[in-house]
């Protein structure tokens, strides 16, 4: 099975401010990588497909970057809806991986 | 509206059977496949594997393997997720989530608790 890692597990920062997580392959999966964000007792919400492409209607806010086995998800101007729950997701081969999460916490 | 709507929140005893389910409306449910996601609480996603509705071709994770069952009722565009014998450890949210056959879940249900305790 792909091991994916996301690092930090937790993130605290301020409206407004850019952060970036990151996420990382156990071997490379070109660019076969999601993300996904989800709030407290909802389910997950498709941000990023193929590691760079934004979903209809998410902000423009939100850029995924990367290939091989390293990708990060990169937020510019942090809004209050955006903390939350944020997992990446290879789709290279089976069984689907997720990696651990990163939660974004407000300061 | 094109949405997954699951069935309601159970409470189980180990040892106990279960079947829990996913209904479809608003698209081709055929079309596309449907994966199961757990998610145990506190924790990250994991995949359990998906299931072709046309034909009820499964792939299974290897962690799920044997332990768990999906079938599809397309009479009712329904896809369901079972287990013949629970254990506590099973307790957790169940997704199910509309896959493409490339593994990117856009279309989510609302989720399914389950709780295995004695």
């Known amino acids: 099975d792909i091991q994916m890692t996301q690092s930090p597990s937790s993130l605290s920062a301020f409206v407004g401010d850019r952060v970036t997580m990151t996420c990382r392959a156990s071997q490379s999966i070109g660019t076969y990588l999601n993300w996904y964000q989800q709030k407290p007792g909802k389910a997950p919400k498709l941000l990023i497909s193929g590691a760079s492409s934004l979903q209809s209607g998410v902000p423009s806010t939100f850029s995924g970057g990367g290939s091989g086995t390293d990708f990060t998800l990169t937020i510019s101007s942090l809004q209050p809806e955006d903390f939350a729950i944020y997992h990446c997701q290879q789709t290279y081969n089976t069984p689907l991986t997720f990696g651990q999460g990163t939660k974004l916490e407000i300061k | 509206e094109v949405q997954l709507v699951q069935s309601g929140a159970e409470v189980k005893k180990p040892g106990e059977s279960l079947r829990i389910s996913c209904k479809g409306s608003g698209y081709t449910f055929p079309s596309y496949w449907i994966s199961w996601v757990r998610q145990m609480p506190g924790k990250g996603l994991e995949w359990m594997g998906r299931?072709?509705?046309?034909?009820?071709?499964?792939d299974y994770s290897p962690s799920f393997q044997g332990h768990v069952t999906f079938s599809i009722d397309e009479s009712v565009s329904s896809a369901s997720l079972q287990w013949s014998s629970l254990k506590a450890s099973d307790t957790a949210m169940y997704y199910c989530?509309?896959?493409?056959?490339?593994?990117?879940?856009?279309?989510w249900g609302q989720g399914t608790l389950v709780i295995v305790s004695s």
């Open positions: 989530a509309r896959d493409a056959n490339n593994g990117k879940l856009l279309l």
């Open positions: 299931i072709d509705p046309s034909d009820s071709y499964t």
